[in-house]
């Protein structure tokens, strides 16, 4: 059973519109959640980090943490066209130097 | 400024050839060093990671190894390819294990 599930696989939203991307954990030894972006043909560049309970915000982006649920939701506010990529949960499980990432979520912004 | 630089930038090796891609880290000391794996429209898998000259640790076994024989230097190779080996690998450090992971531009292999 893969430990991070993303969701939706895919995702159009409208330039200016808000794109929500979940994630959740299956095990319960998840401490670390992080998200990446990755353009396509390119490698991934870290958004944001998050391992307390509660919200982060960073520009347009901000990002939540259940721990109770095992579950993290990043949100794009402003979406534009340049925001269109896979985005990439992962999240370290087990305090023992190994990262689980999950299949990712296409995001697409319309002009 | 820390750099990152792999090599080959892509490669196309027949199956049951051998396979040597490197890592360099430029500009920091003693990083943590990661290889992921990640096949056409696959998961990005976690391979290998080091966290001191000398020393791997296998995630995922996949036929492959690496070493880690300078610093800024980390190595993934193989003796013999398989097609399944097809697919982007990546290189990457961090300060620590849970800070930010910074990746290079990968390594496109083609197995044929």
């Known amino acids: 059973q893969q430990k991070v599930q993303q969701s939706p696989e895919s995702l159009i939203v409208p330039e200016g519109g808000m794109a929500s991307l979940n994630c959740t954990s299956s095990d319960r030894n998840v401490d670390y959640f992080w998200w990446y972006r990755q353009h396509s043909g390119k490698s991934p560049k870290m958004l944001m980090?998050?391992?307390?309970?509660g919200e982060k915000e960073e520009g347009r982006f901000t990002v939540h943490l259940n721990k109770a649920s095992l579950h993290t939701s990043l949100h794009i506010r402003d979406s534009q066209p340049s925001d269109s990529a896979l985005y990439l949960c992962?999240?370290?499980?087990?305090?023992?130097?190994?990262?689980?990432f999950g299949d990712g979520t296409q995001l697409v912004v319309k002009p | 400024a820390q750099t990152i630089h792999q090599w080959p930038v892509a490669e196309i090796k027949a199956v049951g050839s051998p396979l040597s891609l490197g890592c360099t880290i430029k500009?920091?000391?003693?990083?943590?060093l990661y290889w992921y794996w990640q096949a056409t429209g696959g998961t990005l898998q976690q391979l290998f990671y080091?966290?001191?000259?000398?020393?791997v640790e296998s995630v995922v076994q996949l036929n492959l190894s690496a070493s880690r024989p300078k610093d800024d230097q980390f190595i993934l190779s193989t003796e013999k390819l398989l097609l399944s080996h097809s697919g982007f690998y990546l290189c990457a450090w961090s300060t620590d294990f849970y800070a930010e992971q910074f990746f290079g531009p990968g390594t496109r292999l083609t197995v044929l």
């Open positions: 080091s966290i001191t000259v000398g020393q």
């Open positions: 992962a999240a370290s499980i087990g305090n023992n130097n190994r990262i689980f």
């Open positions: 980090s998050i391992f307390s309970n």
């Open positions: 500009g920091k000391s003693s990083p943590n």
